[in-house]
């Protein structure tokens, strides 16, 4: 089971993680990124109060279900879910779910870091930050992201 | 073929999309076309490791060949997750 979803609206975890539960696995893994409001090593006195989602209309879903059939047959699980939310999100906000479920805990868990690994580099996604001053800021992609995809090739 | 461009590319750019102009064999050659227009083309194209592409939705390198592709993006190193 493949499920990818991109929206606006919070998501509801347990239903999702449930619903990998139910394919025949032994083992669910589930990753959630958050807004951070330290934000920016770059600006570490400006406190994040909202993350700005840009996507790829386009291109994100296929994006998304190619790297989540990569893990399925890379780690022989029996499901995969991603939900990435776009527009405006405020501190302390869920922005993502990846989640793997397996028959064993390993390929779950190594599954799970697959996904949001590749989901960085790969998925066509952009993140402003909006900073308490009213200033605001794209995000600048990081290399140790670009390194720890590059790990699974 | 349209340009679609998005994030900071975007707003440098002023658009988020556009016909592209004929005479670009590969991905590269279309950026030195579109850098020709100046502006907020030249600024935002004009440093290539700053920027990825896609044709057609795919991830490709600036030697690809545009071929009979429809849309080419232009976008900065993705920052989701």
Same mark, same amino acid.
């Given at each position: ?19 990998l539960a139910?394919?025949?696995a !032994? ?6 990124g *958050? ?11 400006r406190?994040?109060? #909202?993350?700005? =989602?840009?996507?790829y209309?386009?291109?994100?879903e296929?994006?998304l279900?190619s790297?989540?059939?990569?893990a ?5 699980l029996? !499901?995969?879910i991603i *939900?990435?939310?776009?527009g405006?999100?405020?501190? !302390?906000?869920?922005?993502? =779910?990846?989640?793997? #479920? #397996?028959?064993?805990?390993?390929d ?8 949001i ?8 996604f ?5 900073? #308490?001053? !009213?200033s ?5 992609a ?9 790990g699974?090739? | ?9 975007? &707003?440098?750019?002023?658009?988020? &999309?556009?016909p592209?102009?004929e005479?670009?064999?590969?991905v590269a050659?279309m950026?030195?076309l579109l ?29 690809a060949?545009?071929g009979n592709?429809? &849309?080419?993006?232009?976008f900065p190193p993705v920052?989701?997750?």
């Amino acid at each position: 089971m493949i499920d990818v979803q991109v929206q606006t609206e919070r998501f509801d975890s347990g239903a999702a993680l449930d619903a990998l539960a139910q394919t025949g696995a !032994g083992a669910v893994a589930s990753f959630i990124g *958050i807004v951070r409001a330290d934000g920016d090593v770059a600006y570490p006195d400006r406190r994040v109060t #909202a993350l700005e =989602l840009e996507q790829y209309p386009a291109m994100t879903e296929a994006a998304l279900r190619s790297i989540s059939e990569a893990a399925t047959e890379r780690f022989s699980l029996t !499901g995969a879910i991603i *939900i990435h939310r776009i527009g405006r999100l405020e501190a !302390g906000e869920p922005i993502v =779910l990846a989640a793997a #479920a #397996a028959p064993h805990r390993a390929d779950a868990l190594d599954a799970c870091a697959y996904l949001i690994d590749r989901l960085k580099t790969g998925a066509p996604f952009w993140k402003k930050q909006h900073f #308490a001053d !009213g200033s605001a800021k794209w995000v600048e992609a990081k290399g140790s992201d670009d390194a720890r995809a590059a790990g699974w090739e | 073929m349209k340009i679609v461009y998005f994030a900071w590319v975007r &707003e440098q750019i002023g658009c988020d &999309e556009e016909p592209a102009p004929e005479g670009a064999v590969t991905v590269a050659d279309m950026l030195d076309l579109l850098r020709g227009k100046g502006g907020g083309h030249a600024a935002a194209l004009g440093d290539e490791s700053r920027l990825r592409f896609a044709l057609d939705q795919l991830m490709v390198k600036s030697d690809a060949k545009l071929g009979n592709a429809s &849309e080419l993006a232009i976008f900065p190193p993705v920052t989701g997750g």
